[in-house]
């Protein structure tokens, strides 16, 4: 299979100064947490989702530099523990850490990455520490770490709200200069046909 050549063609590769891990996973298990800050690690992610079911792998996607990209998926043993951990976590507000910020979940699309944000890449500073103190958990309805993840909760709204109407609106120009380029094309065929024609009747004359 294509798949399977690929997965062992980049498994264990390097990319940009990086082990590259591919695994198959199935998409039924593994879901899509955004919204993390950037102090969480792998296994950190693992810890706080571990809540809803036994986990097999958390990875935080990082960028060149090994920095969080603030997202990152869980993978659970059962579909089962999936589901129940994205009904909980759209339920309510789940935090991981101290600040009151809560992670988006969502069906992961894909599984194939690297190896993520380990917990021995990250500096100690003086949030690190505060920050796994705290643990993860859900905001009570009415307090202050509620209040704040219902801002940070209509901001994604908002986020996803304009992105798709971004989208939308793109999709619309592609569809209309694709139109116009067929259209443009044709009438461009049809003059050089014209002149052909033209070009041909001036020599019989």
């Known amino acids: ?13 390097m990319r940009k100064g990086r082990n590259l ?10 879901i899509h947490v955004s919204n993390l800050g950037p102090l969480v690690s792998n296994e ?45 976590t759209n339920e309510g507000f789940f935090m991981i850490g101290r600040s009151p910020r809560p992670v988006f979940t969502k069906q992961q699309e894909q599984t194939d990455d690297e190896e993520g944000l380990l917990e021995k ?27 704040w993840c219902q801002k940070w909760k209509q901001l994604d709204e908002m986020k996803r709200t304009q992105l798709e109407a971004l ?13 116009d380029m067929v259209q443009a094309v044709a009438d461009y065929e049809a003059e050089i046909n014209r002149r052909g024609i033209v070009i041909n009747l001036c020599i019989c004359v």
């Open 1 to 13: 299979m294509a798949a399977e050549a690929a997965k062992n063609a980049l498994d264990g590769s």
């Open 21 to 30: 891990t591919v695994r198959f996973a199935s998409l039924s298990t593994a």
């Open 44 to 88: 950190m992610l693992e810890k706080a989702f571990s809540a809803f079911g036994d986990v097999e792998r958390a990875v935080v996607v990082v960028d060149d530099r090994g920095r969080s990209k603030g997202y990152g998926r869980v993978e659970y043993a059962r579909k089962g523990n999936a589901l129940n951990a994205l009904q909980k």
């Open 121 to 147: 890449s990250i500096e100690r500073q003086p949030m690190y520490f505060s920050e796994r103190d705290a643990g993860a958990r859900f905001a009570p309805a009415g307090t202050f770490e509620y209040e």
């Open 167 to 179: 989208e939308k609106q793109f999709k619309e120009a592609e569809d209309k200069l694709e139109t």
